[in-house]
């Protein structure tokens, strides 16, 4: 059974979503692609594997057979196993509730949830510490404001989370979907979690990501709630954005 690879939290989540009438986001790392031997650098013509491709298509249907929620939007990183992943979960979906026509959904290309775009302003002066560092290492610098060609971490998550709010449903019992990469995860959750150094156990593996809600009327007084790794997390959005941090 292809859900076997799915990473544990993942299923462990769906037990600790809030009601139905509350709409959440899944902001999942794409699903099982190619190995790539090194620090993590992974380049973007790798390609989910057969076993990626029925994990993704398994764990759509997974979603909307074990909360009754329906995906009524997608964003995802422009990188093609990102677009696939997207897609492949919608399919799954769609094989549960055909009548809901899932497939129709557009898979909106993000600029934001890939690199450069999301965090990395200047590709030329970040580049150089990314393959000094490597993946691990270039995000603990990112989150401490450590490297030059990067936003402030802050104002990085931020623009991020407003992607997310503004493209999170609005109807009850209504999924989005934001697919995305290892790196831009593993920084927000440490940013929001007010961590400043990550270990490898931290990374998000392929297919793992949070759920994602919000509490309020507009974004910058809303309340962000989020699930990750077996947890229930909650951040004031105003008080995370200080006023000087929002370069």
């Not at 491709?53 to 009754?68: D, F, K, P």
């Amino acid at each position: 059974m292809a859900l076997k690879l799915l990473p544990p939290s993942m299923l462990q989540a769906i037990d600790l979503l809030p009601d139905g009438n509350i709409p959440v986001t899944l902001f999942t790392r794409h699903s099982i692609r190619e190995i790539v031997n090194g620090q993590g650098l992974a380049g973007y013509d790798l390609q989910l594997t057969e076993s990626g491709r029925v994990l993704a298509e398994e764990w759509g249907a997974c979603l909307i057979q074990n909360t009754g929620r329906m995906i009524q939007h997608c964003i995802s990183s422009p990188i093609q196993r990102c677009i696939d992943t997207a897609a492949l979960m919608i399919e799954g979906a769609d094989r549960v509730t055909p009548t809901s026509n899932t497939h129709t959904i557009e898979i909106v290309e993000q600029g934001l949830l890939v690199e450069p775009g999301s965090f990395v302003l200047d590709i030329k002066k970040a580049a150089p510490y990314f393959r000094e560092q490597g993946a691990l290492g270039f995000i603990n610098s990112f989150v401490n404001n450590a490297l030059p060609g990067m936003k402030h971490p802050i104002t990085g998550v931020f623009d991020v989370l407003e992607l997310i709010y503004n493209t999170h449903p609005n109807a009850s019992n209504g999924l989005s979907l934001a697919v995305s990469h290892d790196t831009i995860i593993a920084a927000i959750v440490a940013v929001i979690s007010g961590r400043s150094q990550i270990d490898k156990e931290d990374w998000p593996a392929m297919m793992e990501g949070l759920f994602v809600w919000f509490e309020g009327d507009d974004f910058l007084n809303s309340q962000l709630k989020w699930i990750w790794r077996g947890e229930v997390h909650q951040l004031n959005v105003s008080d995370f954005i200080q006023p000087n941090q929002r370069l």
